[in-house]
């Protein structure tokens, strides 16, 4: 696969949650994304918070930016669970999400979504080495994927900077799809 394709990515581990299997998480997305004209693609935690990920889109100066999903198996199921409802693109003014996406978590942790389109399978496989994160809104070349993308760290921002010297670590990919604006917002 040629990497260049996808200078500039945001690369999630995907897996069954809250009682839904990935594959109708995926069915679910792409009705979505149909109906709305997006998918929303909600998660928690601090890799990718609507900050990092605008930071991404502005380096990326107008060209896509991708997001990538690895599969994992492990499903997570919080103790808790509620729908979203509700969305915000600077985490002050909030407004009603259509009754069309369905984002579900805990709400007791802070909650965003980032939101794509034209959601694919695919079979890619993807040399984490090639891509590091961003410091501030510039590459980091101190912090590559193959270090970076691991234990906790579930999902990331990325630039395409190859490394030859790097040792290779390539994980397979199992969808891809366009990052659209709002690209990432917080939900409650």
Same mark, same amino acid.
């Given at each position: 696969?040629?990497?260049?394709?996808?200078?500039?990515?945001?690369?999630?581990?995907?897996?069954?949650?809250?009682?839904?299997?990935?594959?109708?998480?995926?069915?679910?997305?792409?009705?979505?994304?149909?109906?709305?004209?997006?998918?929303?693609?909600?998660?928690?935690?601090?890799?990718? $918070?609507?900050?990092?990920?605008?930071?991404?889109?502005?380096?990326?100066?107008?060209?896509?930016?991708?997001?990538? #999903?690895?599969?994992?198996?492990?499903?997570?199921?919080?103790?808790?669970?509620?729908? #979203?409802?509700? #969305?915000?693109?600077?985490?002050?003014?909030?407004?009603?999400?259509?009754?069309?996406?369905?984002?579900?978590?805990?709400?007791?942790?802070?909650? #965003?979504?980032?939101?794509?389109?034209? !959601?694919?399978?695919?079979?890619?496989? !993807?040399? !984490?080495?090639?891509?590091?994160? !961003?410091?501030?809104?510039?590459?980091?070349?101190?912090?590559?994927?193959?270090?970076?993308?691991?234990? $906790?760290?579930?999902?990331?921002?990325?630039?395409?900077?190859?490394?030859?010297?790097?040792?290779?670590?390539?994980?397979?990919?199992?969808?891809?799809?366009?990052?659209?604006?709002?690209?990432?917002?917080?939900?409650?």
């Amino acid at each position: 696969m040629q990497l260049e394709k996808y200078p500039y990515i945001i690369l999630m581990k995907v897996g069954p949650y809250c009682g839904y299997s990935l594959d109708e998480i995926i069915d679910i997305k792409q009705k979505e994304q149909k109906k709305v004209g997006r998918y929303f693609w909600g998660y928690s935690g601090v890799f990718c $918070r609507p900050n990092i990920v605008k930071n991404l889109v502005s380096y990326a100066n107008e060209k896509k930016v991708y997001v990538l #999903f690895v599969e994992t198996k492990s499903d997570f199921k919080p103790s808790t669970f509620d729908k #979203f409802n509700k #969305f915000s693109k600077d985490g002050g003014v909030w407004n009603d999400l259509s009754d069309e996406v369905l984002l579900v978590g805990n709400k007791e942790k802070s909650h #965003f979504a980032i939101t794509g389109n034209k !959601l694919k399978k695919v079979d890619i496989t !993807l040399d !984490l080495s090639r891509y590091c994160t !961003l410091k501030g809104i510039f590459p980091n070349d101190n912090q590559r994927f193959d270090k970076y993308f691991r234990y $906790r760290v579930d999902k990331a921002c990325g630039v395409y900077v190859p490394d030859d010297k790097a040792e290779q670590k390539e994980v397979q990919i199992k969808y891809v799809s366009e990052l659209v604006e709002p690209y990432s917002i917080h939900i409650r």
